[in-house]
């Protein structure tokens, strides 16, 4: 195991287009998001790895001695399988963590026991390392910031085994891996993402580890080789929502109303496929007129999405308050709350921005100005992090 300092990051995720719709097989376009999770592992104190995520106000300690001692041989060296139900609760046991359902402190621990067992003990090694993990995701938004988690404790541990190689030419401050080596950290993060969700569709640690966009369709992902970085605007009205209550009120209006609700999950699918087409051209020469084309894209779809049920007051208050400052917005998500996201063209100025982030904050909702369509997973030298984020990473 290398016995460097390792500062790894990784973007989170948000739906452009294809809520919903996307679960009766149409198409759905993920996008990453530069809002980003960052991982730092370095040499921790003889016979201890200790984790500390300051987000979630947790740093817990275990003595490496007895992980040997608990689990002597590799945890499950094949990244392909799902965890084994005996070895999980096996981690449960050891770590002292309660009873089902575990919140989510308790299933960051897991995930991170899993993979450090697995990935770690490939090698029959077992490394003191003290891991810091800092993030920009709000945790449960929907935004994936347990896959930029997975994906970078994956790349982590890979690359201090000697797995994969560090990417970064001399004199680089950053780096990024080869095709084949985004597969493999994809895999585990994949391990990652089964442990803490149990039945994940794989997008969410795809978009963190590849970055840019991806087209999902009943099961397969494919990655947008041309895609442009968009900017936006991020809000969260804070408003909870159960995802799972959402699809199936989707899913029983649907039975009950075919005929109508079906020509519009088509037409949904179809605004999934534009703007697919109209990311690879903007991608070689963007022009206003395409920033207009996504503007009603955009508006078209959370019109669609309301005539499904998934809307909510607070949604239809943010995109009025954006389009009184002449921005277009869209739920990203579930929907019923939640997130949105608001298109910035290039002739926004950033007067008007910040106009209407205060009004959206006055409504009590919390903004981010950022941009979609980022790199993956990437390896970072210390002087390329914001002092922001080597204070969070050093626990300032």
């Known amino acids: 195991m290398s016995a460097k300092t390792t500062v790894v990051s990784a973007p989170g995720k948000a739906i452009l287009h294809g809520e919903h719709s996307v679960v009766h097989g149409k198409v759905a376009l993920a996008v990453a998001l530069n809002l980003r999770t960052f991982l730092q592992f370095r040499p921790g104190d003889p016979d201890r790895v200790t984790v500390s995520l300051p987000n979630l106000g947790l740093r817990r300690t275990w003595e490496v001695s007895d992980l040997r001692r608990v689990f002597p041989e590799p945890l499950d060296p094949n990244p392909s399988a799902a965890p084994a139900p005996e070895k999980m609760e096996k981690l449960k ?25 697995a990935i770690g003990g490939t090698d029959g090694a077992r490394p ?13 938004a929907g935004l994936g910031s347990s896959a930029a988690f997975s994906v970078c404790l994956a790349a982590c541990l890979l690359l201090s085994c000697g797995r994969i190689p560090d990417p970064r030419k001399e ?11 985004l597969e493999l950290i994809n895999l585990w993060a994949f391990v990652g993402e089964k442990v803490i969700h149990g039945n994940p569709s794989g997008v969410d640690n ?28 991020l ?11 959402l ?3 989707v899913h029983e209006k649907l039975l009950k109303f075919p005929k109508i609700l079906a020509p519009l999950l088509t037409s949904m699918d179809a605004i999934s496929q534009e703007c697919e087409g109209l990311l690879a051209t903007m991608a070689e020469a963007p022009v206003t007129s395409h920033y207009a084309v996504l503007e009603e894209l955009m508006d078209l779809n959370q019109h669609f999405l309301n005539a499904l049920g998934v809307g909510h007051p607070s949604l239809d208050r943010l995109c009025h308050v954006t389009a009184a400052h002449g921005l277009h917005s869209k739920l990203t998500g579930a929907g019923g709350g939640g997130c949105a996201i608001t298109l910035l063209g290039p002739g926004v100025e950033a007067s008007q921005v910040e106009a209407t982030k205060r009004d959206l904050q006055d409504c009590g909702y919390q903004c981010w100005e950022t941009a979609i369509g980022v790199p993956g997973v990437t390896l970072h030298a210390p002087s390329s992090l914001t002092t922001e984020v080597l204070r969070a990473l050093d626990g300032l």
Do not use: C, M
């Open 247 to 249: 699809v199936a009120g």
């Open 128 to 140: 003191n390392v003290d891991v810091v993990v800092w993030s920009e995701l709000p945790p449960g």
């Open 206 to 233: 795809a978009v963190a580890t590849w970055g840019g966009a991806l087209r999902y369709q009943t099961g397969t992902i494919s990655h947008l080789t041309r895609v442009p970085s968009l900017r936006i605007l």
């Open 235 to 245: 809000t969260n009205t804070k408003v909870p929502r159960s995802t799972k209550a």
């Open 93 to 117: 046991e050891f770590a002292g963590l309660g009873p089902e359902p575990l919140d989510s402190q308790g299933l960051a621990l897991l995930a991170f026991l899993y993979l450090y067992t």
């Open 171 to 181: 004199g680089d401050d950053v780096g990024r891996w080869t095709e084949e080596e």
